[in-house]
């Protein structure tokens, strides 16, 4: 059973940064596409960023320039640099692991962001 572990999440003032991690554990391959959601309360789950393994990135219109996914394909580990946060980045944030058909999820990471 894929497990994704997060990690990182917290309570931050507009304008601050938070970086955080996911570790994907119990698969025997290497991940090659991993990515970031986000769910703000009452409303749906949104994409944030993707990464492929050979390093293509996908964001979200409203975070680009402000986020950075990375990718340690290695360690199956995705990352979010995410810098000069807004009120409007408050969420749970999720990370994602697709394969053969099935989306695995982490449990989730509250970020909070005050004005």
């Known amino acids: 059973q894929v497990q994704l572990v997060e990690s990182g999440g917290g309570l931050v003032q507009s304008g601050g940064s938070l970086i955080l991690s996911c570790a994907a554990s119990k698969i025997s391959f290497r991940a090659n596409v991993m990515g970031w959601f986000r769910q703000p309360k009452g409303k749906q789950r949104e994409l944030v960023a993707i990464?492929?393994?050979?390093?293509?990135?996908t964001y979200a219109d409203s975070v680009k320039g402000r986020f950075t996914i990375s990718m340690d394909n290695a360690e199956n580990t995705v990352y979010l640099q995410m810098n000069s946060l807004r009120p409007e980045d408050t969420a749970v944030y999720y990370c994602n692991l697709p394969f053969r058909g099935v989306n695995y999820w982490g449990q989730g990471t509250q970020v909070t962001v005050s004005s």
């Open positions: 990464i492929t393994s050979g390093g293509t990135t």
